[in-house]
């Protein structure tokens, strides 16, 4: 979870450097190269007004997967990713409404909005049923998806749970708060900086630099998705799901509170994924989509 206000805020050092058990590293590879020869790109009217897309993939055997991405970036940090699921099914990740491409709404939503306006999207993209993965404030989204619309999501993948307690959600709802756009500006650099050790996972610089332009777009409404993620009961979701989940536990900044999700879930678990933090789904790529694929496929 990226802050908006202060660079350095939930940033916490890696602790420990191992992969996780069973699962093998991989060299580098050209990400936007495999991504841009695969994916689609298109437009949907929703509640709040077009809904940008990428899309890869043809009608399968296997349920089309929704992929719903963190605050304050886009479908971009699906790039690799959906290019690899992509090749055996429909994999689609919109922009957010008031994210990305996709037009904002007139005031700031709730969790339950997005999902609202989530939900429109698949509809309007023709899918019947979902399996959905969200990456952070995607995954809150996820959840108010299957519990409003249970019909519509098979199985939901989350990356990290923000299960917090009272003062903790009140900590991060003072941290995380907006600048104007010369306070921005004149912390360009610094922002830079963490975004190297906060997505250091990521291949290169150059995929580094997409993700920082990424999380400068729409300054006036960017603080949005972190306000709707204080105000969700994770917990509370949890505990109230229905549908099978797998959380992933990378090391990231929301590497110790994910773990209080295991006992609130009926039928889900937490797997752990020590050594990785943001970047992952580059740099492992083959190995998050054997994991998610082994949950979304039994």
């Known amino acids: 979870m990226e802050s908006v206000s202060n660079p350095r805020v939930g940033h916490r050092k890696q602790r420990r450097s191992r992969t996780p058990s069973g699962i093998a590293l991989t060299g580098e590879r050209n990400v936007m190269s495999k991504a841009n020869n695969a994916m689609r790109r298109g437009y949907v009217d929703g509640p709040f007004g077009q809904i940008h897309y990428r899309s890869c993939g043809d009608s399968s055997a296997h349920t089309p997967l929704l992929l719903l991405h963190p605050s304050p970036l886009s479908g971009v940090v699906w790039?690799?990713?959906?290019?690899?699921?992509?090749?055996?099914?429909?994999?689609?990740?919109?922009?957010?409404?008031?994210?990305?491409?996709?037009?904002?709404?007139?005031?700031?939503?709730?969790?339950?909005?997005?999902a609202k306006a989530m939900a429109v999207f698949v509809e309007k993209?023709?899918?019947?049923?979902?399996?959905?993965?969200?990456?952070?404030?995607?995954?809150?989204?996820?959840?108010?998806?299957?519990?409003?619309?249970?019909?519509?999501?098979?199985?939901?993948?989350?990356?990290?749970?923000?299960?917090?307690?009272?003062?903790?959600?009140?900590?991060?709802?003072?941290?995380?708060?907006?600048?104007?756009?010369?306070?921005?500006?004149?912390?360009?650099?610094?922002?830079?900086?963490?975004?190297?050790?906060?997505?250091?996972?990521?291949?290169?610089?150059?995929?580094?630099?997409?993700?920082?332009?990424?999380?400068?777009?729409?300054?006036?409404?960017m603080h949005w998705g972190h306000r709707a993620a204080f105000n969700f009961d994770m917990a509370g979701a949890l505990e109230a799901a229905n549908v099978p989940i797998l959380v992933l536990n990378p090391e990231d900044d929301l590497w110790t509170y994910t773990p209080r999700a295991a006992p609130l879930m009926k039928h889900g678990r937490v797997h752990d994924l020590p050594g990785w933090t943001h970047g992952f789904l580059d740099a492992h790529t083959g190995e998050v989509a054997a994991l998610v694929r082994d949950f979304l496929d039994l």
Request: charged letters at 30%; zero cysteines; proline letters at 6%.
């Open 125 to 221: 993209m023709g899918l019947t049923k979902v399996d959905i993965m969200g990456y952070h404030t995607g995954s809150l989204t996820a959840l108010e998806i299957a519990r409003l619309y249970p019909n519509l999501v098979g199985k939901v993948v989350m990356i990290s749970a923000t299960v917090f307690t009272e003062e903790e959600r009140d900590d991060f709802r003072a941290q995380y708060t907006p600048q104007t756009v010369d306070e921005k500006g004149k912390g360009l650099s610094d922002r830079w900086e963490f975004i190297k050790e906060f997505w250091r996972d990521e291949p290169d610089d150059a995929r580094r630099w997409q993700i920082f332009i990424e999380g400068q777009r729409n300054h006036a409404v």
């Open 79 to 114: 790039d690799g990713f959906i290019a690899e699921m992509g090749s055996d099914r429909i994999a689609v990740a919109p922009d957010t409404p008031g994210f990305g491409e996709s037009v904002p709404p007139q005031s700031a939503p709730e969790i339950a909005d997005y």
